[in-house]
């Protein structure tokens, strides 16, 4: 520790760092003012290094693998994106698709798991009763079990819920009803290999964060509201709905996005439990042009495809960054 | 509502039950998916469960108990998997997720208070471009990484060769087998786990992925710092360095505390970016404990040892979760805060 200590002590009285922020101001020398200008443009060019990459790439028309370095793209092409855009992969999938999939999947996790965890969290910051440690504490196991963990069980559970066409013409739907003549019958939906199932399923690992950055967040919001809200007659179910709600939009909305972001990249659960090409997903179709599959992609496919996977999500994160960060901190700097 | 119509009388037992009632919810839905599931894993991490017991579950004829079996077979490295070994990817993945955090809260920190300099120029511009990597899914973050450590086309031996051309008149292309060589090039770094090349790129992806965040909630922090603070330190003759160890590290600690934990948290089952870029390897190397799970349960489908395996992840993701949750108090509720 020390010796870190030491090596940063020196950092800062080299470059005389004024962590202030206050003095200073327009007399900050001009040799002062050139060195620190150039260890930030050395982190914005590192900073830029794999963006640039991929941007070029992808603005390239060049179908074999890149032979030297470029950063800076020498042609704006769209033949990449367009061939993604018309074929992403050798699957019967089109692009519309898999971009649904993917935005239904991630906004329905993010939506479902931020509608349980609200009241939840709620209980958790302003109730005193018995076994709220426990009952936290227990909320927060899945975050202690990957979802791979889980994965085994949640696969037989949904596989349990199928719907079959029997041999009469009836529909059976297991493990509900089964066909009156016993034959197996011929498989119409299986949950287990379903964006919904996929979707429940990933909700469980969803929980626990929602829970933990709402609960962080109605800490912050003064009693008094609601003191006064019972004051004026409110039971609790109206001070919930009426005043804790409003006040806690900004962080719902916040809380809703990075269950979104979260769940966009999703792959461990999609990628066990998916077999058709039409539920494939975004994410999915990211690694297949990637590692031991892709030998046969274009690279500048590949980089198309990165960037419009990216795109969405870091535009939408640009615009909400305050809320977000200051949401993220305000759930966890306490105490 | 039951509850909005309960007499005045009754209010006391009526707030008893209430929280009970916003829990309900929650605690219904991972009775189903969270509670049963692991209930399930524990009890077939006791068995030979494989493929073919998929169909009937617990209810097939064939399924045997074999008591601790697979938690032996785990620990004593006894499973017939190449290059595995418990210990030393337990020790793996906890120094992967703390060697990232030690680069990253301090680099994080140190370009924070770079930015803050008052006088400085182009500061939005920076604050703008430095945010870049957080907002990149880290899944995409990690295929294209696995390109530029393409052994024969990526940027990264690409920029290696330039750079060594024009500065250390070297005329070979750098060829460096980033993802394939299996000799650790510090060896004794970690000792019981070696890190091979590919550890080291993974630290070059995961420290341009992770540094940024650390610095935007480190510039939140210093921006709440008050500052006559300063003012009255350098009335009373504090220098630079000074100001830096007694105000600014001190005030930061409340949010740097959590943000590191968080980080730990998340490197340590940083499962997509992990596979994304090496699967584990080479030579199971960089395997954490999650990508083994993953591999269990996908490639070698060995259910039951992969629920063995489950429930270690479960019980070392405890202790984890328990140092930490002291550290910010997480659980703390209002009335205590």
């Given amino acids: 520790m020390t010796t870190q200590n030491q090596t940063k002590n020196s950092i800062v009285r080299f470059l005389n760092i004024n962590t202030s922020g206050q003095t200073g101001g327009r007399n900050l020398p001009l040799w002062r003012q050139l060195l620190l200008q150039l260890i930030a443009i050395a982190i914005l060019a590192s900073v830029m290094f794999p963006i640039m990459y991929v ?64 009241t939840a969290a709620y209980a958790f910051s302003r109730f005193k009763f018995a076994m709220r440690e426990v009952l936290m504490v227990l909320v927060f196991i ?15 559970l949904l596989n349990q819920v199928q719907v079959k066409e029997c041999k009469d013409g009836a529909t059976a739907i297991q493990p509900f009803t089964t066909c009156e003549d016993g034959s197996k019958g011929k498989l119409q939906f299986n949950l287990r290999d379903s964006l919904f199932g996929v979707g429940i399923a990933m909700t469980a690992s969803a929980l626990p964060f929602a829970v933990w950055n709402l609960k962080g967040y109605l800490d912050t919001i003064p009693r008094e509201l609601e003191e006064a809200a019972a004051i004026d007659g409110a039971d609790a179910n109206q001070t919930f709905w009426q005043i804790v709600i409003p006040l806690a939009i900004p962080q719902l909305a916040v809380t809703f996005f990075l269950g979104f972001i979260g769940h966009w990249q999703e792959f461990v659960l999609t990628w ?14 990211l690694y297949n042009m990637t ?3 892709a030998n046969a992609i274009p690279w500048n496919r590949f980089a198309a495809m990165a960037v419009i996977v990216a795109l969405p999500v870091a535009i939408v994160y640009i615009a909400l960054q305050r809320n977000i960060v200051g949401g993220l901190t305000t759930g966890s700097v306490k105490g | 509502m039951a509850v909005a119509k309960s007499s005045v009388g009754k209010s006391k037992r009526k707030n008893a039950v209430l929280p009970y009632l916003y829990l309900l ?45 697979n938690y032996i077979d785990i620990f004593t490295a006894a499973l017939p998997v190449e290059n595995f070994n418990f210990f030393r990817v337990l020790e793996f993945n906890f120094w992967w997720a703390l060697s990232n955090v030690m680069l990253h809260v301090p680099a994080g920190v140190l370009i924070a208070v770079l930015l803050n300099t008052e006088g400085l120029w182009f500061k939005r511009l920076y604050r703008a471009a430095y945010i870049l990597p957080v907002v990149v899914p880290p899944l995409v973050v990690a295929t294209v990484w696995t390109n530029i450590f393409d052994e024969r086309y990526g940027a990264m031996n ?8 024009t500065f250390f008149g070297g005329t070979e292309p750098v060829y460096i087998r980033w993802f394939e060589d299996v000799t650790p090039p510090i060896p004794g770094f970690l000792p019981g786990a070696p890190l091979t090349l590919a550890y080291y790129a993974m630290m070059i992806a995961n420290f341009w992925l992770g540094w940024p965040f650390m610095s935007v909630v480190a510039t939140g922090a210093l921006q709440s710092i008050p500052k006559d603070l300063y003012e009255a330190a350098s ?18 600690r409340p949010a740097m505390i959590p943000a590191a934990v968080y980080g730990f948290t998340l490197s340590f089952n940083l499962f997509n970016f992990v596979f994304f870029m090496t699967g584990g390897g080479p030579a199971r190397s960089t395997e954490l404990l999650v990508t083994f799970a993953y591999n269990l349960v996908r490639n070698l489908r060995w259910y039951g040892v992969a629920a063995a395996f489950a429930v270690i992840i479960f019980g070392v993701a405890l202790v984890v979760f328990l140092i930490t949750n002291r550290i910010t108090r997480a659980t703390q509720n209002y009335q205590e805060a």
């Fill in chain 1, 55 to 118: 941007v070029t790439l992808s603005f390239s028309s060049k179908t074999t693998r890149p032979s030297s370095l470029e950063l800076f793209p020498k042609e704006i092409s769209f033949v990449a994106y367009q061939q993604v855009l018309d074929k992403p992969t050798g699957n019967p999938v089109t692009f519309i698709e898999l971009l649904r999939n993917s935005f239904m999947l991630s906004m329905g996790v993010g939506m479902a798991a931020l509608a349980i965890a609200v």
């Fill in chain 1, 142 to 156: 899945p975050l202690l079990m990957p979802a791979v963990g889980l994965s085994t069980p949640l696969y037989l």
């Fill in chain 1, 272 to 285: 066990l439990f998916l077999s058709q090409p039409k539920d494939y997903t975004l994410a999915m179709t």
């Fill in chain 1, 291 to 293: 590692g031991q599959y």
């Fill in chain 2, 25 to 69: 919810p929650a605690f219904l839905i991972m009775g189903v998916i969270t509670f049963y599931p692991l209930i399930y894993q524990v009890i077939i991490s006791f068995t030979n469960f494989e493929s073919k017991h998929l169909l009937l579950g617990l209810k097939s004829p064939e399924l045997e108990f074999i008591g601790i079996k």
């Fill in chain 2, 158 to 165: 690409q920029l290696l060769t330039t750079l060594s051309m």
């Fill in chain 2, 235 to 252: 009335i009373d003759g504090a220098t630079g360095s000074q100001q830096f160890w007694g105000i600014t590290v001190p005030l930061l």
